[in-house]
């Protein structure tokens, strides 16, 4: 959700309530290029005569960990699905489950509802964490620390739903690694293409 600070500024942020209020607050950190800011000395032209953020929303300084029930409950905003390295952050500082918010109106009745919804399969694995994914308008969806597939809905559906998810505090290969897992497989994969295009260059089987 879009909430202003005392200063008057925009943030986009996740808030943890309870019968006494407000109890925590999550502001995002990475923003949509173009859709939630824009880099104003060089692009700001790109606000009046396009649909691009009229006004910048700020970002978050830290990752923020909810203690729900006994549980340790990490918030993540919508586009931030993209990033693994935020998931492995959280799943440093011990949480048991990633939960997901956002909303996809932009791309309404678009592929990128259903690829949102699959991609916090990806990230499930790489962290070890489960992901449960509310969406205002979008594909909402659950998924263990195997990416295996605990509850989908669609974005035509409407109301609250319940799902069982298995909690996990996996050490994955990336969460004890970092980025030099996909690094070096990616460094793998160039190596045995230019090994490939070497043979063909020179005509050895």
Known sequence: ??????????????????????VDTYVKQRLVPFGEYIPRPVLGWIAGPTEAAEKDRITGAAPAVFEVAGRRVGPLISYESTFPDLWRGLAHRGVDVTIIQ?????????????????????????SGRPAVLVELDGTSAAFDPRGARLA????????????????SVEET?????????????????????????????????
Not at 1 to 22: E, F, L, W
């Open 173 to 205: 290969p990336y969460v004890r690694l970092g980025d030099w897992v996909p690094a070096l497989a990616g460094g793998i994969a160039l190596g045995a293409g230019a090994a490939a295009a070497a043979r063909r260059i020179t005509g050895i089987d």
């Open 152 to 167: 989908w809905f669609p974005p035509e559906y409407r109301g609250a739903f319940v799902v069982d998810v298995p909690l």
């Open 102 to 126: 956002g909303s996809l109106m932009t791309f309404h009745g678009s592929w990128a509802h259903a690829q949102q919804a699959s991609l916090e399969a990806l990230r499930a694995v790489e």
């Open 1 to 22: 959700m879009d909430a202003a600070d005392s200063s008057g500024q925009i943030t986009k942020s996740a808030r943890q309530y309870t019968p006494d209020g407000v």
